[in-house]
């Protein structure tokens, strides 16, 4: 904890000598969480999906746990508001939408609950489209799934989607043509009374290990991709006991949800109910940063999460106090985010 502590007081510090803190939304200070744009609450309230085009547009998803249509909020590299995107409710009579990922030249993945995921938490509304951000067309590829949460892509193309609620990783083909359980292991099935197993996903560089987010049990499990592309062995690559027992410290990987590699093989770990990025070593075995800002620049229930170059950008879910708090909150980070592949190249810096 201490050690911890100390990183992020020195990297502030850093940022402050070298950069003035009223810097222009494109160049953040180092370790520093500050709020990016408007509140969202009137047109995305409780954010929870994040995702970067090529031009530095970010697209915050949207869960207004209310019946009927939801918007996708489109802000420009200034933060400024500049398009909300309607999408219709699903069969369930919602529009609840989590993850995303942006793909050039074919557009934004959302995943979405499509039904009331308080009243009916096991119902297989869920769906995943494919939204193109220009026209607003919003084209269904898979449905069936029960909480489709985070969006990874590997560099064929092909999609992987968690289910939540049931611990699962499906597996669907770029479009949407075919649709299986990629894995189904027990540790991805939450054994505590939090309901919530896979959540977060993401590829290391090499694309020969699956990570996931655990959050009820507070893990991160990864799986070994084998070399005809399907699920191998699964195993425990962080929990958040361990890590406590071994820092002395409290709270790691509390409720772990979004994650993303950065390029030193470093793993950032939105920490929901702890209101913290938190950021494991490539090992996985300590946390070696803790982000959580301050006063009105706080994370409430940091949710997603997505690189821009060395700009992290994340989506505050403000669950619990009514989503008073709906907003996308930045910072800058020491290292690049990992490159995320797409079809045909090793992908672009994001």
Request: glycine fraction near 10%.
């Amino acid at each position: 904890m201490k050690r911890s502590c100390l990183l992020i007081a020195s990297l502030a510090s850093l940022a402050t000598a070298i950069v003035p803190l009223g810097v222009s939304a494109h160049r953040p200070p180092i370790g520093v969480v500050q709020n990016f744009g408007p509140n969202l609450r009137p047109d995305c309230p409780r954010p929870e999906g994040i995702a970067v085009d090529a031009s530095g547009r970010l697209y915050a998803s949207s869960i207004p746990l209310a019946p009927g249509a939801a918007n996708i909020c489109v802000l420009n590299p200034d933060g400024k508001l500049i398009d909300r995107i309607s999408v219709a409710p699903g069969p369930g009579g919602f529009t609840n939408m989590t993850g995303e990922l942006f793909e050039p030249d074919r557009g934004l993945y959302v995943a979405d609950i499509a039904d009331d995921v308080f009243v009916h938490p096991t119902a297989q509304n869920g769906r995943l489209l494919l939204v193109d951000p220009e026209s607003h067309k919003v084209t269904t590829l898979a449905t069936g799934f029960t909480l489709p949460n985070g969006i990874a892509q590997d560099r064929e193309g092909d999609l992987f989607v968690t289910d939540s609620v049931p611990g699962q990783i499906f597996k669907v083909t770029r479009d949407g043509s075919t649709k299986s359980v990629w894995s189904a292991d027990p540790l991805l099935t939450s054994h505590h009374p939090f309901p919530l197993g896979a959540n977060g996903i993401a590829f290391d560089r090499s694309q020969r290990f699956l990570y996931v987010s655990n959050t009820g049990d507070n893990r991160i499990i990864r799986i070994r991709v084998d070399e005809d592309g399907s699920a191998g062995k699964a195993e425990v690559f962080a929990d958040g006991a361990t890590i406590d027992s071994n820092q002395n410290t409290t709270g790691t990987l509390t409720t772990p949800d979004g994650i993303m590699f950065d390029v030193k093989g470093n793993l950032y770990v939105c920490a929901n109910t702890a209101n913290e990025i938190q950021v494991l070593s490539p090992k996985g075995t300590r946390l070696i940063a803790r982000y959580k800002g301050a006063g009105d620049n706080a994370l409430d229930q940091a949710a997603s999460l997505v690189f821009r170059n060395r700009t992290l950008y994340v989506t505050n879910l403000s669950l619990n106090d009514g989503g008073i708090n709906s907003k996308v909150s930045v910072l800058a980070v020491p290292f690049k985010g990992l490159p995320i592949s797409f079809p045909g190249d090793e992908g672009g810096d994001h």
